[in-house]
């Protein structure tokens, strides 16, 4: 592969690693570029999608985390006034996916595995501590001005993947606009191990639990339950993560005697956005900084490893000859599923676990209720929920 053919990455989350991996892998230059001293390691996403662990499998990533992380085949949906459970098994897209189950892992270990490989591999530079600031593009390249503790550095490269999350200064000096909404209301997650599996029967992994007066979210990562709560947007910060809020969310949850332990807090801003355009020039955006939404349903990380992959792959078959009118096809494909999939299923998520009415609610429980009469609707649910639709309908388009 041609020094000319180099690619610069910013940001070294889940998203730009796994492109650079992939590249680096193929013989492509490639430098990565991130404002933190190493990836970071906080609890943000930790639910991989049966298609998305095909992916990680082809990657070679895939045996390295399933000891680390939690098998997940069934989900649920579940509503605390009836005590419905709604169970969904992600076995049934068996011949549909080679890993039909979602891995519950924290994305974190899957990035300090990256950057521990990519630090052995020739043509790959990591550069921490730089904080991108400028970028500018000629004829046939780019260049991305950084900022290190002690130096302005000048990066050069023929093509430059913006990955460098939702407040993306790539994004913004490319003057493409973030439409969208941010929701009246944050979300506060608190991680626990406290053992709920005892106090909800057939606890599954992933449950999403629906109640008119408060609904949450449980989610098990090996060690930890990571709950999430809707919070006010008029709370102050501070009061969210106190001790007295949390410990009075959690036992709104399920009543226990003492405090609970408390591992981590996390406040979240909650928007829906999509970028106007994914790529200007020699420029491409991937992951949150061309698309954000509410964390419900584990899409967010998953639709922007599709991204990048998606990306990937057109940078070598043009580096390779063909036209590069094909990395056009880029933004047409995921731009296009972003809207159709990934922000449409997230709100249609949010909307269901936040009904108030009853007539609304006693809708939706018939919805699934029907979903789970029949084999076939659960399967196309399932198709659709897991993000395999969207990845079918991405590879149809021209």
């Known amino acids: 592969m041609a020094q000319t053919d180099k690619v610069i990455i910013a940001g070294a989350g889940p998203v730009g690693l796994i492109g650079a991996l992939y590249l680096a892998r193929r013989g492509v230059p490639v430098t990565v570029i991130d404002a933190l001293p190493a990836p970071a390691e906080d609890l943000r996403a930790s639910t991989f999608h049966p298609p998305t662990l095909d992916m990680l499998e082809d990657l070679g990533l895939l045996e390295w985390m399933l000891p680390r992380g939690l098998k997940s085949p069934v989900f649920q949906h579940r509503d605390r006034p009836t005590g419905e459970v709604f169970s ?3 076995g049934l897209l068996a011949g549909e996916v080679r890993n039909p189950y979602r891995l519950q892992c924290e994305q974190w270990k899957m990035m300090r595995h990256i950057g521990e ?4 591999m020739p043509g790959v530079e990591l550069c921490f501590n730089e904080r991108a600031v400028h970028v500018a593009q000629a004829a046939h390249g780019v260049r991305l001005s950084t900022e290190t503790p002690i130096a302005i550095r000048h990066h050069e490269a023929r093509w430059l993947i913006a990955c460098d999350g939702a407040n993306s200064i790539i994004r913004k000096w490319l003057g493409i606009e973030f ?3 941010t929701y009246p209301e944050k979300f506060y ?9 005892e106090n909800f029967e057939n606890l599954s992994n992933v449950n999403y639990v629906a109640d008119p007066d408060q609904w949450f979210v449980l989610l098990r990562v090996p060690e930890l339950w990571r709950v999430l709560v809707p919070v006010a947007d008029s709370i102050p910060d501070e009061t969210i993560v106190s001790d007295a809020y949390t410990q009075a969310a959690l036992q709104r949850i399920a009543a226990r005697p003492g405090d609970y332990p408390v591992r981590h807090r996390t406040i979240y801003r909650v928007h829906q956005r999509v970028a106007k355009r ?12 061309a698309h954000i939404n509410n964390p419900l349903g584990g ?8 991204d990048v992959l998606n990306l990937a792959e057109k940078l070598l078959a043009v580096m390779a000859g063909a036209g590069p009118e094909l990395l056009d096809r880029y933004e047409r ?5 972003c809207y159709k999939y990934v922000q449409a299923q997230t709100m249609r998520n949010r909307e269901d676990l936040a009904q108030k009415s009853g007539s609304a609610r006693e809708k939706r429980l018939e919805e699934m209720r029907a979903l789970l009469s029949s084999r076939e609707a659960t399967r196309e649910f399932l198709i659709k929920n897991s993000m395999i639709a969207s990845l079918r309908d991405a590879a149809a388009i021209e």
């Open 189 to 197: 997650c608190a991680t626990t191990p406290h053992p709920f599996e």
């Open 88 to 90: 969904f098994d992600l």
């Open 299 to 306: 899409m967010g990380m998953n639709g922007g490893l599709h």
């Open 278 to 289: 994914y790529r200007a020039g020699n420029v491409f955006l991937a992951g949150d900084a």
């Open 333 to 337: 494909q995921r731009r296009t599923v």
């Open 117 to 120: 490989l990519l630090a052995g």
């Open 179 to 181: 439409e969208g909404l």
